[in-house]
């Protein structure tokens, strides 16, 4: 990998939802959860064998496992290598703001074996209120991310989603960067299938069939969500994880945001240039509702450091 020599370093980490003693951890972020509890939480691994601990921090209601990048590779390598099928999503302002109003949508995320922080502004939200996330961890990055990770380790996967001949687009795309790549299938279901009980089950035995390590799910939000949560199990894969627009960007059918956008944190303005009609509301209202969630957990954290000093 380029200029990446110690980007995927071995470091052992607890399987996403168990505990040390191997029960299951059913709910894996913080809804029903006393607010007050939000504090930093560690899943701790056998320090006889050597295990490191792996991080949980609960921000606005929502149990985040912080990871890096290289971190999360080696976890999905390990789900990949045996274990039953999970999901990942990948948690924006959006997300949290919706997790809050979409009954569905917080059991989705309520069940995901991993979610990761994708987006700045949480970042720095959570640093604000003393539990600082390391690393932003977007759907668009990651698909590549993960592509060149499962290319070196032996991985297959398998892109579903977008509209008709972008996911092949962007699996040829994906392969001719990373020529070892092992793609075991591609689908752009028609759409709203989800919504069809009888083209959902043909969905999933296709990629059932397929049996990948990593399915990349390009249905957009909150749909991709709530749909792994109710098929992950039959669809066979290892692992699927949320990834938006992605396909459309890498096929060039869409153009992303600047760098210095994402990195600014402004790529949702960027996104609002190129769809007004259809995302006006998600960003300039349903969204709006971050800066009360933020205003809230602000007070709480002050309200905690004021009784232990």
């Not at 020599?5 to 006393?34: H, K, Q, V, W």
């Not at 398998?158 to 509209?163: C, E, N, R, T």
């Not at 994880?241 to 956008?261: E, H, N, T």
């Not at 349903?286 to 450091?305: A, G």
Request: proline share 5%; charged share 25%.
């Amino acid at each position: 990998m380029t200029n990446t020599s110690a980007r995927y370093r071995e470091a052992a980490i607890d399987a996403p939802g168990e505990d040390p003693s191997g029960g299951r951890l059913r709910n894996t972020t913080g809804f029903g959860i006393d607010p007050d509890s939000r504090a930093v939480r560690k899943l701790t691994g056998n320090s006889m064998q050597g295990e490191n601990e792996e991080r949980l921090v609960e921000l606005f209601g929502v149990r985040f496992n912080d990871l890096t990048l290289d971190e999360l590779c080696q976890r999905i390598e390990r789900y990949a290598r045996g274990g039953a099928p999970t999901y990942i999503v990948t948690a924006n302002v959006d997300h949290v703001c919706r997790c809050h109003s979409d009954p569905m949508f917080r059991d989705a995320y309520a069940n995901a074996g991993t979610v990761v922080c994708d987006g700045k502004p949480l970042i720095w939200m959570s640093k604000v209120l003393g539990s600082p996330l390391r690393e932003k961890l977007s759907g668009s990055d990651l698909v590549v991310d993960l592509s060149e990770y499962a290319a070196e380790k032996g991985l297959s996967v398998y892109l579903f989603g977008a509209a008709e001949g972008v996911a092949a687009q962007a699996a040829k795309r994906l392969q001719e960067r990373f020529p070892r790549l092992k793609v075991s299938g591609v689908a752009s279901p028609p759409m709203a299938f989800y919504s069809d009980e009888i083209k959902s089950a043909e969905a999933v035995r296709t990629i059932a069939a397929a049996r990948p390590d990593i399915c990349f799910v390009a249905l957009g939000s909150p749909q991709q969500e709530i749909w792994m949560a109710k098929v992950h199990r039959e669809c066979n894969a290892a692992v699927m994880i949320g990834i938006g627009a992605s396909f459309d960007f890498l096929a060039g059918r869409v153009k992303r945001a600047p760098r210095w956008m994402q990195h600014a944190g402004l790529e949702w303005i960027w996104r609002l240039y190129q769809e007004p009609r259809r995302l006006w509301r998600r960003y300039l209202v349903d969204d709006m509702k971050i800066l009360s969630l933020f205003w809230r957990e602000l007070w709480r954290y002050r309200s905690r450091q004021t009784r232990t000093t």
